[in-house]
């Protein structure tokens, strides 16, 4: 049952970072929200921190960062960026 509840969570986060991706991509820049981005991340992984739970926290990472590569790259009709390139603004 503990699992099911965490489940439900990791999903539901994911929703919100998704709609906050997508809001947010053309109302600044990069850059700029990539560091928001980043504080974001800190802030749930800090709430989050049990022992025994690093692989949820680095699957919250690896699917937020690849939210943010196909929002990033929505921002015009050519692929604007590439990973290497979305690493460089900070590593997160």
């Not at 489940?7 to 994911?14: A, E, G, I, N, R």
């Not at 990539?34 to 992984?45: E, R, Y």
């Not at 690896?62 to 590593?91: D, G, T």
Request: proline share 2%; no cysteine.
């Amino acid at each position: 049952m503990d699992e099911r509840r965490h489940q439900k969570k990791f999903k539901q986060k994911m929703v919100d970072m998704d709609i906050w991706l997508e809001r947010i991509r053309n109302l600044v820049k990069p850059n700029e929200w990539w560091k928001v981005l980043g504080l974001k991340l800190l802030g749930s992984t800090a709430t989050t921190k049990v022992s025994g739970n690093f692989r949820m926290l680095k699957n919250f990472y690896h699917q937020v960062v690849r939210l943010a590569f196909k929002w990033v790259n929505r921002r015009s009709q050519r692929k604007s960026y590439k990973w290497a390139l979305v690493y460089s603004f900070h590593p997160i």
